[in-house]
């Protein structure tokens, strides 16, 4: 039987990357290259939706907080990250740990329900476009941000509070970044309650942002089935393309993570780099996506830019 004693220390130590000495400066200047380009295109397009008053409409205001979200998911994690890959330390602190684990929980909650959110507004949009100005007034369109963040804010952090029923007798975190997982196999006694509550809080958060999408986008598809113009079709579903696209990436993701914690034979590597591809894929491809499928975005962004550039 592991013989446990109660650790008062705020030190932890990571789980490092098994790198070989010369490929240290390369993944670190690889890794740098990917923080810059997803921080800069979420940056940009944050600024773009501020600045740009055509933009200021219910969808865009939605999509402000994928954004944001996306930075502070790629914020959390990858920095720390390469910190430690070029000074090859896997040293943390506590509460820097339980705030990283704090952020990385909300960006994944952010994720599935700002797409939520979006599913819900793109349906107003197509299936009632004639109410839609009705419908989504500003009231409501804050409200259904308020939400997003409202639930996202409650169960992560119901979740995190958990931690403080449990001592802790352990100081290795099995894992290059924190997490409620790795935060909670630190505990001295049993943590059959915090593992429970957090296989509900997925369950609740997949469910209501699965639902929500699947209904609005049934809803999408039979009326884009049954209308005879064809610039409505195609304007509907290059609309909620996008939004699927960036939805399934997450899941994927997301999916070959919990995979890679069943089996006993997953390279550790590899394990650490499905955990991580969760806060650079989305970050890194959701901005060139929207920017890519919406004609707005796109035109403003030109327009923005070639304004900059003559300057």
């Known amino acids: ?120 507004d793109r349906y107003i949009a197509i299936c009632m476009p004639l109410r839609y100005n009705a419908l989504m007034t500003p009231r409501v369109v804050v409200t259904i941000v308020a939400l997003v963040w409202g639930f996202d804010f409650l169960f992560i952090c119901t979740l995190f509070s958990l931690q403080g029923m449990h001592s ?4 290795h975190i099995v894992s290059v970044f924190c997490d409620n997982p790795s935060l909670v ?10 593992n429970i509550f957090g296989l509900f809080t997925t369950a609740i958060i997949q469910i209501i942002s699965v639902s929500i999408q699947v209904f609005s986008y049934v809803k999408i598809l039979i009326t884009c089935l049954v209308t005879s113009r064809s610039d409505a079709k195609s304007k509907a579903i290059s609309t909620c393309v996008a939004q699927l696209v960036i939805f399934i990436m997450f899941e994927i993701v997301v999916t070959f993570y919990v995979l890679s914690h069943r089996f006993s034979d997953v390279n550790a590597n590899l394990q650490k780099i499905t955990g991580m591809l969760i806060f650079l894929v989305p970050p890194v491809m959701n901005p060139i996506v929207y920017g890519l499928n919406s004609h707005e975005i796109r035109k403003h962004f030109l327009k923005f830019f070639h304004r900059k550039i003559s300057a």
């Open 168 to 171: 802790r007798c352990r100081s």
């Open 185 to 194: 196999k630190l505990a001295c006694d049993n943590t059959i309650v915090n």
């Open 1 to 120: 039987m592991e013989n446990l004693s109660i650790i008062v220390s705020f030190e932890l130590t990571l789980d490092p990357f098994s790198i070989p000495s010369g490929a240290k400066y390369p993944i670190f200047l690889f890794g740098i290259f990917i923080y810059v380009f997803g921080a800069f295109c979420n940056l940009t397009l944050l600024l773009l939706i501020i600045l740009t008053r055509r933009l200021h409409k219910p969808i865009y205001f939605i999509l402000f907080s994928l954004p944001l979200n996306d930075f502070v998911g790629i914020t959390s994690m990858l920095p720390k990250v390469l910190s430690d890959i070029v000074t090859e330390t896997n040293n943390t602190y506590y509460p820097l740990c339980v705030l990283q684990g704090f952020l990385l929980h909300m960006y994944g909650g952010g994720v599935l329900f700002i797409l939520a959110a979006m599913a819900f």
